[in-house]
C-alpha cells in the first residue's frame, strides 16, 4: 500500500509539473478571485509597471507553502530593491479555512498582496494541481518560471529566476 501511495504521489507531482508548463510564455488567465477584504477583481489585471511579479498558490494548512512564504518574506526587502518585484499569493483554502486567511497573514507579518480563489477558478485555470505553486512573471506579464512544491534553499531558483525575468542576469 505505501508504494502505491508513494506512486501516486510522484505521478501527481510530476503531472502537475507538466500540466502547468504548458503556461510558459503566457499570460495570467483572467477569472475572477478576491482580495484579502472581499472585493471582486480579475487576475488578468496584475500588473506591476513593468516589473516581475511573483504569484505563489498556498494554503493556511500546507506547511511547504508557509515555509516557502516564510523564506520568500526574509528576502522581500531585497529583491523588490533589486528588482522591484511584486509578490502576490493566491491562498486556495476551501470555505471551512478561508475565514482564517486574513488573521493567518497577520500573524506571519506578510507583505504580500493576497487574493482568495475560493471557488478555485485561477488555480484550476494555471493547472495548479497542488500547493505550493509558484509563477514568476516577466515585466511584461508572461509566465517565463513555474515551480511546484517548496524545499529549503528552493527560494535561491526562484531568486535567479526572478533576475532572468527582470533582465539582470
Known amino acids: 500500500m505505501k508504494k502505491l501511495i508513494v506512486l501516486f504521489s510522484l505521478f501527481a507531482f510530476h503531472f502537475s509539473l507538466i500540466s502547468a508548463q504548458s503556461l510558459l510564455n503566457s499570460k495570467v488567465p483572467a477569472t475572477q478571485i478576491k482580495t ?4 471582486t477583481v480579475n487576475s488578468s489585471t496584475f500588473t506591476n509597471n ?6 505563489d498558490f ?3 494548512w500546507c506547511k511547504p507553502c508557509i515555509a516557502e512564504l516564510d523564506a520568500l518574506n ?3 526587502a531585497d529583491w523588490k ?10 491562498s486556495v483554502d476551501d470555505s471551512r479555512t478561508m475565514g482564517r486567511v ?3 497573514v497577520r500573524e506571519k507579518g506578510w507583505e504580500y498582496d493576497v487574493y ?9 485555470a494555471m493547472e495548479v494541481i497542488n500547493p505550493p505553486c509558484t509563477f514568476v512573471l516577466d515585466g ?11 524545499y529549503e534553499g528552493d527560494e535561491k531558483k526562484l531568486h535567479e529566476a526572478l533576475l532572468k525575468a527582470a533582465g539582470k542576469k
Not at 36 to 39: E, L, P, Q, S
Request: glycine residues 8%; without cysteine; aromatic residues 10%.
Open 140 to 150: 511584461s506579464g508572461k509566465i517565463v518560471y513555474i515551480h511546484n512544491s517548496y
Open 58 to 60: 498556498w494554503a493556511t
Open 74 to 76: 526574509d528576502e522581500y
Open 50 to 55: 513593468g516589473k516581475p511579479i511573483i504569484i
Open 116 to 124: 482568495l480563489d475560493p471557488n478555485q477558478d485561477l488555480q484550476h
Open 102 to 104: 486574513q488573521s493567518f
Open 81 to 90: 530593491k533589486e528588482t522591484g518585484v511584486k509578490i502576490i499569493t493566491i
Open 36 to 39: 484579502i477584504n472581499g472585493a
